[in-house]
């Protein structure tokens, strides 16, 4: 019987991960361009840090931390945090989209003093978001009260679970833009970053609007 409905939790976390993985968000954004920037090991630790919140988190539900996340006040806070990471970490791709070129790709992420590193920026992609904090308080609860019948490792299934969901899915994005970047030429590839920034502070407009929203 536990072993059948451990088998569930897995499989189940998994399917609805995936769903929630392959939605665009800023966590995709940013794995994007990490990736096209400095290959599928950066994509890659941007889903780390991704992963690191995530882990925290389900062991803070598991705690009996799901009623805080719930409140709309915290939602509005979070969702206006993240609107001026998003805003600023748009600018930058917008200012580089300027000068940046494929031969600089292996240093400019060195070079760059204000820019996050890929964990970090994965993690502030991550609780910059008031949605995914939205998912957690309702559906991620339900998962972890579920799995919590299990113990530790019915909790530990359900994040191994959800969190492949994640590594498949921006696993994925990582190699497509690192491979992509090859037939971009120096042209395209500002014009790529130009287009993310846009869509980033496009992002930061909607986090915004939503911060008035939880709000009123």
């Not at 970490?89 to 820019?115: H, Q, Y």
């Amino acid at each position: 019987m536990n072993s059948i409905g451990l088998t569930g939790i897995v499989a189940t976390a998994f399917v609805v991960g995936l769903s929630g993985a392959m939605s665009p968000g800023p966590l995709t954004l940013v794995t994007m361009v990490r990736a096209a920037r400095n290959g599928v090991k950066a994509g890659m630790k941007v889903c780390l840090g991704h992963g690191l919140v995530e882990a925290l988190l389900v062991l803070a539900l598991g705690l009996g931390a799901g009623a805080v996340l719930a409140r709309s006040s915290l939602a509005g806070t979070v969702a206006l945090i993240g609107a001026v990471v998003l805003g600023v970490m748009g600018f930058f791709l917008i200012r580089d989209a300027r000068t940046a070129s494929l031969d600089e790709m292996t240093t400019l992420m060195g070079e760059e003093r204000n820019e996050l590193g890929p964990v970090v920026a994965g993690i502030v992609a991550t609780v910059g978001n008031p949605y995914w904090i939205m998912w957690w308080a309702t559906v991620g609860v339900s998962y972890v009260i579920l799995a919590s019948r299990f113990g530790s490792l019915g909790l530990a299934l359900f994040f191994g679970g959800h969190y492949l969901a994640d590594v498949v899915t921006l696993g994925i994005v990582s190699v497509v833009m690192a491979q992509g970047r090859r037939w971009l030429s120096g042209e395209w590839y500002r014009r790529l970053l130009l287009i993310f920034g846009v869509f980033l502070w496009g992002m930061a407009a909607y986090f915004l609007y939503s911060a008035w929203q939880f709000w009123h």
